[in-house]
């Protein structure tokens, strides 16, 4: 198979053409701007659509709209951008519409900055947009993964009818690896059932809504998604284990960080400390299992996260507070070193 | 004895959420026959604004979407491009086309998208209870301008045709009236021009509608209507702004400021 | 021949039809309410009615068919 050393934003794109992405409405904003760029390039060769939009409230809705007929769309940002696009999150969520959504998060709050984030980790596992609603969350750790999980996102989004997002980081969007790009037959999922694409006198008119003014009916619509969502919580969870069956501190880390926490778990073990590495591909369904599998001889857990703290709170809840979980972050944009966590954990491993 | 009048087929039989009097029906009613007269339902996709005629998705029989608010002519672009042999209209009230949607209605028309926009026009938020919109005119009393709208405070209206005819990408512009049999010959017509132009790939078309609001304005409907002739159309000026099939600023009625 | 139709249940009683018609024979009623409690619209002079349609022109409910 063919190895091409791409950047990880044009890697996301690449792949989304692939897997049969018809359609990018996005706005520009650093660090994921290459990716834009180079749907612009590629996008009308393969018979596609890219249109900049007038802004990210814009390229969400026209996300909508396309996603409404069928066709996989999708639209990239990063943090600021994609606090602008909650509203229309939410309307793609209530209105059970599959689309990805790539957030290649900058720090912030506010304006922030441009180097790498993981701040927005409670924004999109919890709350991008109002009401009651989930989204897919991948969270990749290299350009291969970014491959691999934007094909996955837009397979998943069309089974389950929902928005997916690929939770990246200044980091891997900015940085070149080899990536092979398997061969993709695109699932085709029938969406005849319910796409608005015109009726062609054959069938009832079908209408995209998520307006509900019964209470009832709302409710209703929301416990239907949510059992949806107890189906994904079973069967979509992902993880990375290693070193984990004889460790007595779990180091938890997703996405670029995870590459840091490796290095500084095989620095612990070399030194004696017998640390494993968790690392949750999915952060939404969090893999609950297959933490408590990984955890289950650890002593103790450390969550090191570019942010000051966020999926710590979902580990803690994960293993129902039964063992002791610390927390080890840099935030900004500021990238956490490999000494730094050995530090914590040789910290953690003195206390034990 | 020939039926000479009946509801057009698309246009879905059913009552209608709206008061009494309120003019929705009536454009409705000849965007359907616009619709049934050239034979485009099923390939028809409307978008829905959010505001009284939020759910007119349950009236028109073509496939219809419901977005959020402003945002249909975002939602009606996505439509378009992945879709370009359909038509494609939106729906909008003043409130969400001239306010929250501003940015919205000025890039879909710059950009020539090829779609309709249906624009009702009737001074005022309906659905929220009578709040001031952006086209409420100079000292109406609305629920935020209990003293009437007073641009020292409030600022002035958007005259939209106006506006958007000075737009390249805008193909048809053109301001009219649902308030006599007369006028409402004229808004059937600039509908079906509107979508002869979206068949003819002419780019952006908007009719803007002026409408009334009889319940929000405390007025009977026929004094509803009265408003709309003596009050609204001095303001906004019936006629066409911008035509590109034919000439520009041509048949405006002078304004009045 | 012509005639205009009410259907009285869509009738919202709006009375938009009565100022439409050139003939000055499309009244409300003044006692009937239909289910919905609106004195709906009618014909007071079927004779007269000249098919124009310009009543269902006029209604915001499509509540009136005409024939001739």
Same mark, same amino acid.
């Given at each position: 198979?063919?190895?091409?050393?791409?950047?990880?934003?044009?890697?996301?794109?690449?792949?989304?053409?692939?897997?049969?992405?018809?359609? =990018?409405?996005?706005?520009?904003?650093?660090?994921?701007?290459?990716?834009?760029?180079?749907?612009?390039?590629?996008?009308?060769?393969?018979?596609?659509?890219?249109?900049?939009?007038?802004?990210?409230?814009?390229?969400?809705?026209?996300?909508?709209?396309?996603?409404?007929?069928?066709?996989?769309?999708?639209?990239?940002?990063?943090?600021?951008?994609?606090?602008?696009?909650?509203?229309?999150?939410?309307?793609?969520?209530?209105?059970?519409?599959?689309?990805?959504?790539?957030?290649?998060?900058?720090?912030?709050?506010?304006?922030?900055?441009?180097?790498?984030?993981?701040?927005?980790?409670?924004?999109?596992?919890?709350?991008?947009?109002?009401?009651?609603?989930?989204?897919?969350?991948?969270?990749?750790?290299?350009?291969?993964?970014?491959?691999?999980?934007?094909?996955?996102?837009?397979?998943?989004?069309?089974?389950?009818?929902?928005?997916?997002?690929?939770?990246?980081?200044?980091?891997?969007?900015?940085?070149?690896?080899?990536?092979?790009?398997?061969?993709?037959?695109?699932?085709?999922?029938?969406?005849?059932?319910?796409?608005?694409?015109?009726?062609?006198?054959?069938?009832?008119?079908?209408?995209?809504?998520?307006?509900?003014?019964?209470?009832?009916?709302?409710?209703?619509?929301?416990?239907?998604?949510?059992?949806?969502?107890?189906?994904?919580?079973?069967?979509?969870?992902?993880?990375?284990?290693?070193?984990?069956?004889?460790?007595?501190?779990?180091?938890?880390? =997703?996405?670029?960080?995870?590459?840091?926490?490796?290095?500084?778990?095989?620095?612990?073990?070399?030194?004696?400390?017998?640390?494993?590495?968790?690392?949750?591909?999915?952060?939404?369904?969090?893999?609950?299992?297959?933490?408590?599998?990984?955890?289950?001889?650890?002593?103790?857990?450390?969550?090191?996260?570019?942010?000051?703290?966020?999926?710590?709170?979902?580990?803690?809840?994960?293993?129902?507070?039964?063992?002791?979980?610390?927390? =080890?972050?840099?935030?900004?944009?500021?990238?956490?070193?490999?000494?730094?966590?050995?530090?914590?954990?040789?910290?953690?491993?003195?206390?034990? | 004895?020939?039926?000479?009048?009946?509801?057009?087929?698309?246009?879905?039989?059913?009552?209608?959420?709206?008061?009494?009097?309120? !003019?929705?029906?009536?454009?409705?009613?000849?965007?359907?026959?616009?619709?049934?007269?050239?034979?485009?339902?099923?390939?028809?996709?409307?978008?829905?604004?959010?505001?009284?005629?939020?759910?007119?998705?349950?009236?028109?029989?073509?496939?219809?979407?419901?977005?959020?608010?402003?945002?249909?002519?975002?939602?009606? !672009?996505?439509?378009?491009?992945?879709?370009?042999?359909?038509?494609?209209?939106?729906?909008?009230?003043?409130?969400?086309?001239?306010?929250?949607? !501003?940015?919205?209605?000025?890039?879909?028309?710059?950009?020539?998208?090829?779609?309709?926009?249906?624009?009702?026009?009737?001074?005022?938020?309906?659905?929220?209870?009578?709040?001031?919109?952006?086209?409420?005119?100079?000292?109406?009393?609305?629920?935020?301008?209990?003293?009437?709208?007073?641009?020292?405070?409030?600022?002035?209206?958007?005259?939209?045709?106006?506006?958007?005819?000075?737009?390249?990408? !805008?193909?048809?512009?053109?301001?009219?009236?649902?308030?006599?049999?007369?006028?409402?010959?004229?808004?059937?017509?600039?509908?079906?021009?509107?979508?002869?132009?979206?068949?003819?790939?002419?780019?952006?078309?908007?009719?803007?509608?002026?409408?009334?609001?009889?319940?929000?304005?405390?007025?009977?409907?026929?004094?509803?209507?009265?408003?709309?002739?003596?009050?609204?159309?001095?303001?906004?000026?019936?006629?066409?702004?911008?035509?590109?099939?034919?000439?520009?600023?041509?048949?405006?009625?002078?304004?009045?400021? | 021949?012509?005639?205009?139709?009410?259907?009285?249940?869509?009738?919202?009683?709006?009375?938009?039809?009565?100022?439409?018609?050139?003939?000055?024979?499309?009244?409300?009623?003044?006692?009937?309410?239909?289910?919905?409690?609106?004195?709906?619209?009618?014909?007071?002079?079927?004779?007269?009615?000249?098919?124009?349609?310009?009543?269902?022109?006029?209604?915001?409910?499509?509540?009136?068919?005409?024939?001739?």
């Amino acid at each position: 198979m063919e190895r091409n050393l791409m950047k990880g934003n044009e890697a996301l794109a690449e792949a989304a053409i692939r897997a049969g992405c018809k359609c =990018f409405f996005g706005y520009p904003i650093t660090p994921q701007t290459e990716l834009a760029a180079y749907m612009a390039k590629r996008m009308h060769k393969a018979g596609g659509v890219f249109l900049q939009a007038e802004s990210e409230i814009a390229a969400i809705n026209m996300v909508l709209g396309a996603a409404s007929t069928g066709v996989r769309a999708m639209t990239s940002s990063s943090s600021p951008g994609v606090s602008l696009k909650s509203e229309g999150v939410s309307y793609i969520a209530g209105s059970d519409l599959p689309a990805v959504i790539i957030n290649v998060e900058r720090g912030g709050p506010g304006l922030g900055g441009i180097q790498p984030s993981q701040a927005d980790y409670w924004q999109a596992t919890k709350a991008l947009g109002h009401g009651d609603f989930q989204l897919l969350v991948y969270a990749p750790a290299s350009v291969q993964e970014m491959v691999d999980y934007v094909v996955k996102a837009f397979d998943r989004a069309d089974k389950y009818r929902m928005p997916a997002m690929i939770l990246a980081d200044g980091l891997l969007g900015q940085m070149m690896e080899p990536v092979t790009f398997p061969e993709i037959n695109p699932n085709a999922y029938d969406k005849s059932g319910w796409a608005a694409n015109g009726h062609k006198n054959a069938r009832e008119h079908h209408i995209i809504n998520s307006l509900y003014l019964k209470p009832e009916e709302l409710e209703k619509s929301i416990t239907d998604r949510f059992k949806k969502y107890d189906i994904i919580k079973e069967t979509e969870t992902e993880a990375e284990l290693y070193l984990t069956e004889d460790c007595d501190i779990l180091v938890c880390a =997703f996405g670029a960080t995870a590459r840091v926490v490796k290095s500084a778990v095989n620095d612990a073990r070399a030194q004696g400390i017998k640390a494993g590495l968790f690392r949750p591909k999915t952060l939404w369904p969090f893999p609950v299992k297959e933490i408590n599998e990984a955890a289950k001889n650890a002593k103790a857990l450390l969550s090191v996260e570019m942010s000051m703290g966020q999926m710590v709170d979902d580990i803690k809840l994960a293993i129902n507070c039964s063992k002791p979980v610390h927390f =080890f972050g840099r935030t900004g944009g500021v990238i956490p070193t490999p000494a730094e966590v050995l530090d914590e954990i040789k910290k953690i491993g003195g206390n034990l | 004895m020939a039926v000479v009048f009946e509801r057009p087929k698309s246009l879905i039989d059913i009552p209608t959420h709206y008061c009494p009097g309120c !003019t929705h029906g009536i454009v409705h009613r000849i965007l359907c026959e616009v619709i049934d007269e050239m034979g485009i339902e099923g390939d028809t996709i409307g978008v829905c604004p959010v505001g009284c005629s939020v759910m007119a998705y349950d009236y028109f029989n073509c496939d219809m979407i419901e977005a959020a608010h402003g945002r249909a002519p975002a939602v009606a !672009t996505g439509v378009k491009r992945t879709n370009p042999d359909k038509y494609v209209f939106t729906y909008q009230g003043d409130g969400d086309l001239a306010a929250i949607g !501003t940015a919205e209605t000025v890039h879909v028309a710059t950009r020539g998208e090829n779609i309709v926009v249906i624009f009702i026009n009737n001074t005022i938020y309906g659905m929220t209870g009578g709040q001031m919109a952006p086209t409420t005119i100079p000292g109406q009393v609305t629920q935020t301008t209990p003293f009437g709208r007073d641009p020292q405070l409030a600022g002035f209206p958007v005259r939209v045709c106006e506006m958007l005819s000075t737009l390249t990408g !805008t193909a048809l512009a053109q301001r009219v009236a649902v308030d006599s049999v007369p006028h409402i010959r004229e808004a059937k017509k600039a509908i079906r021009k509107a979508f002869e132009n979206q068949k003819a790939g002419r780019g952006f078309s908007i009719v803007e509608v002026l409408s009334t609001c009889p319940t929000n304005w405390g007025l009977a409907p026929l004094d509803a209507i009265k408003r709309l002739q003596d009050e609204m159309i001095p303001y906004y000026p019936l006629g066409v702004y911008k035509d590109v099939t034919e000439g520009v600023f041509e048949n405006v009625q002078g304004g009045n400021e | 021949m012509a005639k205009m139709t009410v259907i009285t249940e869509r009738c919202k009683g709006c009375g938009l039809c009565t100022a439409a018609c050139p003939k000055k024979i499309v009244s409300l009623q003044k006692e009937k309410r239909n289910k919905k409690g609106y004195f709906y619209a009618e014909c007071t002079d079927q004779s007269a009615c000249i098919g124009c349609a310009m009543c269902a022109m006029m209604c915001p409910d499509c509540a009136i068919t005409v024939e001739k």
